[in-house]
């Protein structure tokens, strides 16, 4: 078992910035792709930004150049800086993260979410 456990979220003003965390636990052996997800309400869930494990980064077109995705590999953590940030960004954010883990049985590959946290743009 894998747990994301995701953190930072809050409410901000359009043009401000939060930084999220999300840390990863359990029997993991490696981590592969981390990345950060959104669903606003009514919308499907949509990537924002990904990282590999070594550190090759891809971001949505609606957050390039607003956003950063960054990892630290010791602590099994991703971090998604966000700045000049708009309403539109208003979602809850999710982080996942895959790679292998042990399962009791063996080292398998595994595919987490956390459970979200929620950002809110307004003034």
């Known amino acids: 078992q894998v747990q994301l456990v995701e953190s930072g979220g809050g409410l901000v003003q359009p043009g401000g910035s939060l930084r999220l965390s999300c840390a990863a636990s359990g029997s993991i052996f490696s981590l592969g792709t981390m990345g950060w997800y959104r669903q606003a309400p009514g919308k499907q869930r949509e990537l924002v930004a990904l990282i590999t494990s070594g550190g090759i980064t891809n971001y949505a077109d609606s957050v390039k150049g607003r956003f950063t995705i960054s990892r630290d590999n010791a602590k099994n953590t991703v971090y998604l800086q966000m700045s000049s940030l708009k309403p539109e960004d208003t979602a809850i954010y999710y982080c996942?993260?895959?790679?292998?883990?042990?399962?009791?049985?063996?080292?398998?590959?595994?595919?987490?979410w956390g459970r979200g946290t929620q950002v809110t743009v307004s003034s």
């Open positions: 996942n993260a895959d790679g292998r883990a042990y399962n009791g049985a063996g080292y398998r590959p595994f595919d987490s």
